[in-house]
């Protein structure tokens, strides 16, 4: 067990992916413009922050997130409120951490779940299992007493090997072994979220704003499957695939903004995709609501119409775009 080598298969699938994303974080090495459009970066941590607590039953809209991160007040439960200041306060320590120091690991921990569980920061020292989105249990996890010795094991796995195994197939493995062990109370999976971001800011800036966190969200049913999975078969294979899936998306949908030009067209459509969530359709007067316009004409020139000609916004009724029972959603 001292030499414990998590067990995962190298697939074709994996190196497709790792070519298609290797391929579109070259078109995104000149990312001037993601660099500079600072109201994209902070939407999409934003996003970030909203959607790995969705994940884990966070019902504060991501609005409401917006909202907190800003210093506004918001009505809701406090300790999901607690909550959303906390992985704001976690996600900004990015840029300081080790990804492979265990240290490191409870420090964002501790400050994950501030005010939210009774030893922040500590390894679990009672019994714990995994559960999906409809509360089945899709895993027990290791004996509290196995814990230390488990995250020692995968840490140090990490350090012998992070220059021999391309840190997106790592970070992955790591994602997976870490929700396994479950080595805290409570917080495991918003950790490991974050974390694998950690791992891969560390090898390639461009990962600090990129939303990786809502591209799971769109799929959590997959997430939860994956990981049952590999519980199944005994090692990280699918998940490995899953994330590497999750990563290339994520880099389309920012090859789709950050081609555009600096205008105030662009930093329009993206205002507008941040109040909108994907394949989730939403009337002209909800989106009007978030995005706090009174004239459907604004946010038909403004918004919708530019947006929907970059084939980024799709109309429930395409060949009746003026019905009035119009819905318009994110693709």
Same mark, same amino acid.
């Given at each position: 067990m001292n030499n414990y080598i998590p067990p995962f298969i190298i697939t074709n699938k994996m190196v497709d992916y790792i070519s298609s994303i290797m391929e579109k974080i070259g078109k995104l090495d000149n990312y001037a413009n993601f660099n500079k459009m600072s109201i994209l970066r902070k939407n999409n941590r934003i996003c970030s922050i909203h959607s790995s607590l969705a994940i884990e039953a966070n019902s504060l809209s991501i609005n409401q997130v917006k909202d907190l991160i800003s210093g506004?007040?918001?009505?809701?439960?406090?300790?999901?409120?607690?909550?959303?200041?906390n992985a704001y306060k976690a996600y900004e320590m990015l840029n300081d951490m080790n990804p492979y120091s265990i240290k490191d690991l409870k420090k964002i921990h501790k400050t994950m779940t501030y005010l939210i569980v009774d030893k922040p920061g500590e390894f679990r020292n009672g019994n714990e299992?995994?559960?999906?989105?409809?509360?089945?249990?899709?895993?027990?996890?290791?004996?509290?007493?196995?814990?230390?010795?488990?995250? /020692?094991? &995968?840490?140090?796995? @990490?350090?012998?090997?992070k220059n021999d195994i391309h840190p997106l197939i790592l970070s992955s493995v790591f994602h997976y072994e870490f929700v396994f062990i479950h080595p805290f109370q409570d917080g495991n999976g918003r950790t490991a979220r974050l974390w694998q971001n950690i791992i891969l800011y560390n090898w390639h800036k461009i990962f600090e704003y990129l939303p990786i966190e809502s591209e799971i969200k769109k799929y959590q049913a997959g997430y939860y499957k994956a990981i049952d999975d590999c519980n199944k078969n005994g090692n990280s294979t699918i998940f490995i695939e899953f994330m590497l899936k999750m990563i290339d998306d994520v880099l389309t949908d920012a090859l789709k903004v950050t081609n555009m030009p600096i205008t105030e067209k662009a930093?329009?459509? /993206?205002? &507008?995709?941040?109040? @909108?969530?994907?394949?989730i359709p939403m009337t002209a007067n909800d989106i009007m609501n978030k995005l706090k316009i009174k004239s459907k004409e604004?946010?038909?020139?403004?918004?919708?119409?530019?947006?929907?000609?970059?084939?980024?916004?799709?109309?429930?009724?395409?060949?009746?775009?003026?019905?009035?029972?119009?819905?318009?959603?994110?693709?």
């Open positions: 506004k007040k918001v009505i809701g439960p406090q300790k999901e409120i607690q909550e959303v200041k299992g995994v559960f999906d989105e409809l509360g089945n249990c899709i895993h027990m996890c290791p004996p509290p007493e196995q814990v230390d010795t488990l995250m /020692n094991q &995968l840490f140090d796995w @990490m350090k012998k090997r930093m329009n459509i /993206n205002k &507008l995709l941040q109040v @909108m969530e994907y394949n604004t946010l038909r020139k403004t918004y919708l119409d530019p947006a929907i000609n970059e084939g980024l916004v799709a109309l429930t009724i395409p060949d009746k775009p003026t019905s009035k029972n119009q819905m318009y959603y994110k693709i």
